[in-house]
């Protein structure tokens, strides 16, 4: 029995529904070749811009430009989060969902919040990166290694200064700095652990930041790269990084 909200239970309970049999429940659909298509059930609209790749189990809306797969359709339609979908889709196909047990629950929450403080710190990162003065050392590096700010921003790049820039800007957001400390994005004393080094984002197939790699700017710096620590989602070697400016 996979446990409710695990990755396992997403994969088992997409494997058991068809998207197209779910969407034809509030949208009528016409096949078309190999793919469906029917009026957008979110946006208003005369003639069929909403696309079913059942191959892919995937949806696309050229009208409104939302997607996903059958878990985001149902968030959409029903007005649920991500895990009211599961619950819904798993009664569907009738797989049955183990319930957390509360240290299960207490992991599950503290990898909730490690996420979202990597995804602040992304942004937080990419932000000096362009817009303060104290990114200029990282847009100076990108420069001498031919890296287009195009590139640069796929990745999602982005420059932590030196000091204890991210602290403050968790301190005036409100924002807890014990999580920070968990994430591995700050040292005990406050300052930044990758302080004075291009941050680049490592991240899983779906876009979420898991930690980040970052390189030196300074000659003068031991180490050329460091990663994250170990932390809730990320063990090193597990995951693989994509862009390699060692060269
Ligand atoms: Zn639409």
């Not at 429940?25 to 793919?35: F, G, I, P, S």
């Not at 990162?125 to 590096?141: D, F, S, T």
Request: proline share 4%; hydrophobic share 35%; net charge positive.
């Amino acid at each position: 029995m996979p446990t409710l909200s695990s990755d396992d239970a997403f994969a088992e309970v997409k494997a058991k529904v068809d998207l197209v049999k779910v969407v034809q429940e509030h949208v009528r659909l016409t096949k078309r070749n190999k793919d469906y298509w029917g009026l957008c059930p979110f946006h208003q609209e005369d003639s069929p811009s909403f696309h079913v790749n059942p191959q892919r189990q995937s949806w696309y809306c050229f009208g409104c430009e939302r997607k996903g797969d059958v878990f985001t359709f149902v968030e959409l339609i029903e007005k649920t989060d991500k895990r009211g979908a599961l619950q819904l889709l798993a009664e569907r196909a009738g797989v049955e969902l183990k319930k957390l047990s509360p240290e299960q629950k207490d992991k599950a929450d503290l990898r909730k919040r490690t996420l979202a403080m990597l995804k602040l710190a992304a942004q937080y990162y990419e932000y000096v990166l362009w817009k303060m003065p104290a990114g200029e050392p990282g847009r100076r590096l990108l420069e001498s290694r031919h890296v287009a700010e195009e590139t640069a921003r796929r990745f999602q790049l982005g420059y932590a200064p030196a000091g204890r820039g991210f602290a403050e800007y968790l301190r005036a957001k409100g924002r807890s700095l014990a999580d920070a400390l968990e994430a591995g994005l700050m040292r005990r004393d406050g300052t930044d652990f990758f302080a004075e080094r291009l941050a680049i984002p490592i991240r899983d197939e779906r876009g979420q930041v898991l930690a980040f790699t970052a390189r030196a700017v300074r000659q003068d710096e031991q180490k050329k790269y460091i990663n994250s620590p170990d932390s809730p989602t990320y063990i090193k070697g597990r995951v693989i990084f994509g862009l390699d400016l060692a060269r």
